[in-house]
Structures are given as structure tokens and as C-alpha cells.
């Protein structure tokens, strides 16, 4: 159910955790509206833009959890998030009664054993993960799925919607949202690897890709992952938005979740194999729109109509 904002005056401060290429922007925005962040990133170059945008920089994960009423994590992985708040004491440094919310994808079981963690160190905790990419950090268009009980939710709703136009409550116990988000990369997964199949199969009869996937794009075969990544599926050398190895993670995320609740995940698993092919290739840090270049392996000319 979508909920609707409520008014909430700004928190003293904020520590944000994880200032890459998404999570500078989504602290951007909690800056532009009105809010204290003190961000730290484990690489030294993000800090002059995240200065630049109004932050204060935190020399350790402790330093930004220090005096913050909340902390947010935009980490890679659920190892960093474990790293992050237990490893480098960032929960123990937040003032009792802190909430940590963690916006990163990881498997629902252990968000939901981090929850358990923080709570009983007398934290709150929302499990937060989002879609959208970088452009939806950017305009502060992010979906956020948000697993918390209704007074935290209300909490941490005025933070929330700074970040994200889409914010949604989908339940109570942590680990809900992150299975939410594990379902939405399923999607995303599957309709990526089945445009890549696409257009090496119309390369590989000899039509343009750009044809056809000008064609797909307005037709009913249309997906919102052909429209934002055909155009970088036939480019040379596309800019980086999204890792093919991140891709590999998610998509094995929801393998562990239809082995867990054993629900069968065939679609998941094939589309899996194709973006780990391109990794195998030594090509994981590239764009994930290339995942196009397991099919093209597959067969012996499909590149050749390729620019």
C-alpha cells in the first residue's frame, strides 16, 4: 500500500554509508531538502563532490553514525552492511534509539537476522532497498520498498520520500522488502537477458539492431529495461550504469530465495547464466545492457552486423 507523506520536521543529522554513483545522489537530495548528512565512503575521491553538495565528511563509519539519528547504508552487498554495522561498530556509535535503515539489495533472510542484530542493540531498523538507477537517484525518483513496523515507517518517511517518488510500505517485518526487491530484479533480469536474445537472433538474420529495437520499443513486446538499455546494447563502448556482475548477484539472490521458499525460479536461473557468461569472459565491470554478448558468442556472425 502507498502512503502518503506526513509532515516531520528535519532529523538533527543523518549518517549515510556508501556515497557511489547512487548513493551520492540520494545524499544530494537530503542535502537540497533540508537535512544534516555526514557521509563516509570507503574511497577518498567521492568526498569533494559530496562536500561540494552540501555534506559533511565523516572520517570512519563510527564518525558518521556518531550523534545521527539515523543511519542510511547504500553498500554493495550484504557483507558490507554486516562490515559496516558490527565489524566497524557504526551501530554501537548511534545514540539509543537510532534507526538504521538499509537501502542496499540483499537476501531477505540475513536482512532479516541484521534486523535482529540492530534491534537488539536497542536500534530501529528498516529494510529499505530501491530501484531506479542512477537517474532515478538523481531527480530523487527512486522506488523505495520500506519493511518496518507503521510508527518507524512514519518516522522515516520524510527521509524516504527526499530520495524516492514511489515509497511504499509492503510490510511490517524486515526482510519484506527485500524479497520485494529480489522479485523486482527477477523482472528486471529476465526482461534484459530476453532483449538481448532478441537482438542477437534479428543480427544474426542480417537486420539492423537499431531497428529493431526502435521497433520493440513502441510495440507491445516493449519493457521498461529495452527502453532504457537498448540504445547501450548497441553501442561500441556504452557508459557504465549498472555492472554486468551485479546482474550475477541479484539474480543468485533470487535463486537463494525460490530455494528457501521453494518456489520454482526457471526463467531467473537461465537469464543467471547468460550475464555470468559475459562475466566468465572477464567483462563483469561492464555495462549490463552487454549481456546482448553471451548470445553473440553463441553464434558465429551474430556480431558481425553489430556496429
Known sequence: MQQQSSPASAPKQIGFIGLGSMGSQMARN?????FRVKGFDVRAGARVAFEENGGTWAESVRDAATRSEFLLLMVVNVGQAEQVLFQSG???????????????????????QIAAQVAAKGRRFVDAPVSGGVAGAASAGLTIMAACNDETFELV?????AMGDKVFHVGERAGQGALVKTINQLLCGVHLAAAGEAVALGAKAGIDPRILIDIFSQSSASSWM??????RMVANDPKVTSAIDIFVKDLGI?????????APTPLASVAQQMFL???GQG????????VVR??????????????
Open 294 to 307: 553471451a548470445y553473440r558468442a553463441m553464434t558465429a556472425d551474430a556480431g558481425a552486423s553489430q556496429p
Open 90 to 112: 557504526a551501530v554501537d556509535a548511534l545514540p539509543a534509539g537510532a534507526t538504521v535503515i538499509l537501502m542496499a539489495t540483499c537476501p531477505a533472510a540475513e536482512v532479516e
Open 283 to 290: 567483462a563483469g565491470q561492464i555495462d549490463d545492457s552487454q
Open 30 to 34: 537530503l542535502c537540497s531538502r533540508g
Open 226 to 231: 529495452l527502453r532504457d538499455r537498448g540504445a
Open 254 to 262: 533470487v535463486l537463494d530465495a525460490g530455494l528457501r521458499l521453494k
Open 277 to 279: 557468461a559475459v562475466s
Open 157 to 161: 518517511k520524510p527521509i524516504l520520500d
